[in-house]
């Protein structure tokens, strides 16, 4: 698995391309409503390939100078049970230690918030708010 901190535009598509399949295939989610004002020049990601082929994908963007929101955490259904969030997530630390921030914040699906616990996040309250079409939580970790 090849790991891609995506800056450039064809480097972003390949993130676009795991979050069409993975979230508006999957989910049906709109392509309004799953790229917004975040999908902007500044905004990283890293992509995970396979032999070349997008297979999982994350983002972060600035929220204070010391602080980034990581989302749009996607793992194509083929590839998933592999660890591959967890590395996404992982790499995407690196690269936010790597640039100063010192917290991630993350608006986390109830249903994952187990996963993004194991990995040190750690709940800002218990109020489940909306995110698009789904329930979330707010969590955050300190690096």
């Given at each position: 698995m090849e790991v891609m901190r995506a800056e450039a535009e064809w480097q972003r598509a390949g993130a676009y391309s795991v979050r069409i399949e993975g979230m508006n295939r999957q989910h049906h989610i709109s392509l309004r409503d799953e790229f917004d004002e975040h999908d902007r020049?500044?905004?990283k990601?890293?992509?995970l390939l396979d032999e070349g082929y997008p297979v999982a994908t994350c983002r972060f963007y600035e929220t204070s100078e010391t602080a980034v929101t990581l989302g749009?955490?996607?793992v194509l259904p083929e590839y998933r049970n592999r660890n591959l969030g967890s590395l996404v997530v992982t790499e995407a630390e690196k690269w936010i230690k790597?640039?100063?921030y010192k917290e991630i914040i993350i608006d986390s699906r109830v249903e994952v918030v187990e996963f993004y616990s194991k990995l040190g996040f750690l709940h800002i309250d218990d109020?489940?708010?909306k995110?698009?079409?789904f329930d979330c939580i707010k969590m955050k970790k300190g690096l």
């Amino acid at each position: 698995m090849e790991v891609m901190r995506a800056e450039a535009e064809w480097q972003r598509a390949g993130a676009y391309s795991v979050r069409i399949e993975g979230m508006n295939r999957q989910h049906h989610i709109s392509l309004r409503d799953e790229f917004d004002e975040h999908d902007r020049e500044g905004t990283k990601y890293i992509v995970l390939l396979d032999e070349g082929y997008p297979v999982a994908t994350c983002r972060f963007y600035e929220t204070s100078e010391t602080a980034v929101t990581l989302g749009r955490v996607v793992v194509l259904p083929e590839y998933r049970n592999r660890n591959l969030g967890s590395l996404v997530v992982t790499e995407a630390e690196k690269w936010i230690k790597e640039l100063g921030y010192k917290e991630i914040i993350i608006d986390s699906r109830v249903e994952v918030v187990e996963f993004y616990s194991k990995l040190g996040f750690l709940h800002i309250d218990d109020h489940v708010g909306k995110s698009g079409s789904f329930d979330c939580i707010k969590m955050k970790k300190g690096l």
